[in-house]
Structure formats: structure tokens, C-alpha cells
């Protein structure tokens, strides 16, 4: 029986993922296809054993300053050669990354990236053949459990899922989805940009318990 060719998928340069095993639900990772193994940038790295198994222990450190604690069962060390051309012994871990709604068992080297511009660096062993990246493009990927977190709170709130879209017209988002990810959702009304605009307060009561839904969720 002929093996069902698997469909090629897209990432950008950059892409939103996230690592369960970790508890991290969200990190902007950049797509490195020169480097073998990913990385990503941990601080306070300590190594305990528990019932004769080494586990690692360390704080991630992601972009808008905020930090993560959180542990893995140690896999071993990998000798890496930095992008200064430096070979350095770095500890690394086996977890899950979630990208592009499809989850894969990946190494991670844990490494200080302060000096770099992403938390997290995916190297071409976790794309494996499964996808190809596009580099003039970035946040290919189609919604992640934040996405859907949002159109669940939505729907609870309203009554009435929200259906994701890119039609309505011309958005402010333009200018900054290169940079990050965008998702938007407000008030909408029969006045929109009219004289006297206005909306009712119950939509904007309803949208304010909404946005303090998510924020609770996110973080």
C-alpha cells in the first residue's frame, strides 16, 4: 500500500509557538535553518537530581521582560558552536513544541541569549521535512490555543462565536504583524467614524468583562 505523502506546510522567518511541557503558552521564536539544534535563552541554570534522575532548573527569559520558572528532566550536553564561532558545552532537554497547530518532540540547548533579538531560536532538526520556511515572510502559522482562548471567552461573553477573518477593512495591524502577533477584536457600531459616534454601555460593558477575561487566561 503506497505511504499518503504528507502536505508541505509554511513558517516565516519567525513564528509564534508555544512549549507545553514548559508551561510556556506563548514565545516568539526565530527560524534558524544554519543552526542544527534550537536554543533558547535561560538564566539560573541548575542542575538537581531527584530518585537518581537530573532534571535542570532555570528561568527563561522572554522579551518583554518577563521571566518563567520552570524544569526538565536533563537529556544530556551538546558541544555548540556559537555564532561568534565560539564551542561552548550547553545542557539540553527534549520537550514539545506546539507550531502551526501541529506538536513534535524537539531538543532545546539552554543557552544566555540576552545578547540576541528572540528568546528562542528553531533550528532545521525540528523542522524536520515537515515544513518549509519562507523567509521574506513571518507568522505563517495558522491560530494557536491564544487564539482560541479569546474566541472561547468571546463566545461565553456575547453568545455569538466569533469568526476569525481578515476581511472589514484596512487595520492599524498592518504595521506591526511583521513584528508580532496581532488578533483584533472591539466595539462595533452603526456610527463607526461618523459624527457623534457613539456606542451603547452594555457593549462596552460586555467588552470590558471580555479583555479582563483574557488577560486572566493569558497570564
Known sequence: MAKKERKQRFV?????????????KQVIAKIDTGANVGAIHAADIKIKKKNKVEY??????????????????????KRIRSSDGDVEKRPYIKTELLMDGITKNIELTLADRASMDYTMLIGRKALGRRWMVKPSNSF???????????????????KIKPKLS??????????????????????VGKTMHKVDEAVSISD????????????????
Open 56 to 77: 535542570v532548573h532555570f528561568k527563561v527569559m522572554k522579551r518583554n521582560n518577563t521571566v518563567k520558572k520552570t524544569s526538565a528532566k536533563l537529556a544530556g550536553y
Open 204 to 219: 462596552l460593558k460586555k467588552l470590558t468583562k471580555i479583555y479582563s477575561e483574557i488577560l486572566k487566561n493569558y497570564f
Open 140 to 158: 505563517l502559522t495558522k491560530p494557536n490555543k491564544t487564539t482560541f482562548m479569546i474566541q472561547n471567552i468571546i463566545k461565553k461573553i456575547t
Open 166 to 187: 481578515t476581511t472589514g477593512g484596512t487595520s492599524d495591524a498592518r504595521f506591526i504583524r511583521k513584528i508580532t502577533p496581532c488578533l483584533e477584536f472591539g466595539l
Open 12 to 24: 516565516g522567518w519567525k513564528e509564534n509557538v508555544a512549549l507545553p511541557d514548559l508551561k510556556i
